[in-house]
């Protein structure tokens, strides 16, 4: 792939369209993911879309970003996210706990689409808070959601290593 | 936490600047309005330019100018111009830190190093210049 050429095109489309997810994009979602994080992981997104299809509405919401006119057939990324409620004696609250953006797609806003996509869907179903939980070395995504606005939350991730 | 004087004034600085990328200030006219000394401000606004951050230009209204990339440029970058952030090798020369406590004591100041670390590098000026609108 002609990754140069190809940042030329997305960059020329001055629209995206961020939607609902749907059977045909799953495989676009599984490559995508694949070339973010070099990691195939074809079994974990059957089943992670199996079960996004028996959530009840409002649950779990599924946004993919595609390109438009020429590029339509073009994943640009995807967000993902639920609605948690009471776990960790928290209040019902968003989680995002998937978000991707091609590489030569970035800061082109694609991400930003998704992030506002997700927020108007919690928001709509009374959702005031949204979180996420990221690695501390991966810099990138720190400072997008930062960027976007996210702070640090009241909550600490622990964690204890169990090998004998 | 706190941070050293000189970052602080970086920070004011910087993004006092970034804010305005195609206008110019004087080191006076920042100092004014953060009530800073114009000679402490001299020695910072130096240091960044030593760094890229922020260019002098000269003339009549002349003062200086951001010259970074606000987006690319993190807190984390300025701090560490004018101090040191952390790590083991700060501790390791503090009276007991070899001791059992001293070694327990230092992986509880470690995370709490490793956690302003991640928190300063992951905020931009842009981000920043973001907040500061809020």
Known sequence: MDTGSKREEIESQ???????????????????????????????????????????????????????GALESTLLGYVIGEVRAWEFGSEPCGWLFALAVRPDARQMGVGEQLMTTLSDAFRNVDVTTMRTMISRDNHLFMSFFRSEGMMAGPYIQLEKDLKP | MKLQIASR??????????????????????????????????????????????????????????????????????????????????????????SQVGRALGQVLQEIDDLTRATFSSITLSTMLKLMQR
């Open chain 1, 14 to 68: 001055t629209d995206l369209k961020v939607r609902l997810v749907q059977d045909a994009d799953l495989t676009r979602v599984i490559e995508l993911d694949a070339l973010v994080t070099g990691v195939a992981k074809d079994t974990y997104w059957h089943e992670l879309y199996a079960r996004h299809r028996q959530r009840s509405e409002g649950e779990e919401f599924f946004f993919v970003a595609e390109g438009v």
């Open chain 2, 9 to 98: 004034l970086a920070i004011y600085a910087v993004l006092e600047l970034a804010g305005k990328p195609d206008s110019q200030m004087s080191a006076a006219e920042i100092g004014g309005k953060y009530g800073i000394s114009t000679h402490h401000l001299a020695k910072v606004l130096h240091t960044l330019g030593r760094a890229g951050l922020v260019r002098s230009v000269r003339g009549a209204h002349g003062g200086y100018q951001f010259s970074g990339n606000a987006k690319r440029t993190t807190l984390m970058e300025v701090i560490e111009l004018f101090e040191n952030m952390g790590g083991t090798e700060n501790r390791t020369s503090d009276a007991g830190a070899e």
